[in-house]
T-cell receptor, first 115, second 113 residues
């Protein structure tokens, strides 16, 4: 149980285009989802916290107009990177909490490459 | 503010040897502590967690960790390393259930035959 999926797993796009990444909790309802970003050989940095039906809470330094987060249902959150640039190239990982919310279950990640 | 320090960005052991990955944390409230493992180009898999109760926590794949409040530590151990244990390991802390995790910088574990 407690499986989180992400789609796509890899995406290559041209600079200036937008990319949408989906995060789904497959077998549980996720009241809260989190979006992290990981640069090569580095740790995960929290970008935003997403609660179903409400606006996401962004971490300091994360542009909310660039990284649009929608948490439309208890099983789906989306991250849209708008007007992507090469510096947005990274590994984006989502996680979701279940039950008491003590544990975060992570998706497999999405590798974004902006050319 | 909470923080996590993982001592040693790279640990190398021989197959069958003891694995010890160090993690120290700072938190103003009783912490929730986690160890995750990440294989190349994959997401994070939970190894074990401490929330309350017994301070020695057993996880998957033979790993365990002990919460030592006096030392603000949560070191990860495994008695005998296996080649398949080679991966990146992250220690993380949160201050309450359902909140975001603060991660350490990670430790790369290499296992040689």
């Amino acid at each position: 149980g407690a499986v989180v999926s992400q789609h796509p797993s890899r995406v290559i796009c041209k600079s200036g285009t937008s990319v949408k990444i989906e995060c789904r909790s497959l077998d549980f309802q996720a009241t809260t989802m989190f979006w992290y970003r990981q640069f090569p050989k580095q740790s995960l940095m929290l970008m935003a916290t997403s609660n179903e039906g409400s606006k996401a809470t962004y971490e300091q330094g994360v542009e909310k107009d660039k990284f649009l987060i929608n948490h439309a249902s208890l099983t789906l959150s989306t991250l849209t990177v708008t007007s992507a640039h090469p510096e947005d190239s990274s590994f984006y990982i989502c996680s979701a909490t279940t039950g008491k919310g003590e544990t975060q279950y992570f998706g497999p990640g999405t590798r974004l490459l902006v050319l | 503010a909470q923080s996590v320090t993982q001592l040693g960005s790279h640990v190398s052991v021989s197959e069958g040897a003891l694995v010890l990955l160090r993690c120290n944390y700072s938190s103003s409230v009783p912490p929730y502590l986690f160890w995750y493992v990440q294989y190349p180009n994959q997401g994070l898999q939970l190894l074990l967690k401490y929330t309350t109760g017994a301070t020695l926590v057993k996880g998957i794949n033979g790993f365990e960790a002990e919460f030592k409040k006096s030392e603000t530590s949560f070191h990860l151990t495994k008695p005998s390393a296996h080649m398949s244990d080679a991966a990146e390991y992250f220690c993380a802390v949160s201050d309450q259930a359902g909140t975001a995790l603060i991660f350490g910088k990670g430790t790369t574990l290499s296992v040689s035959s």
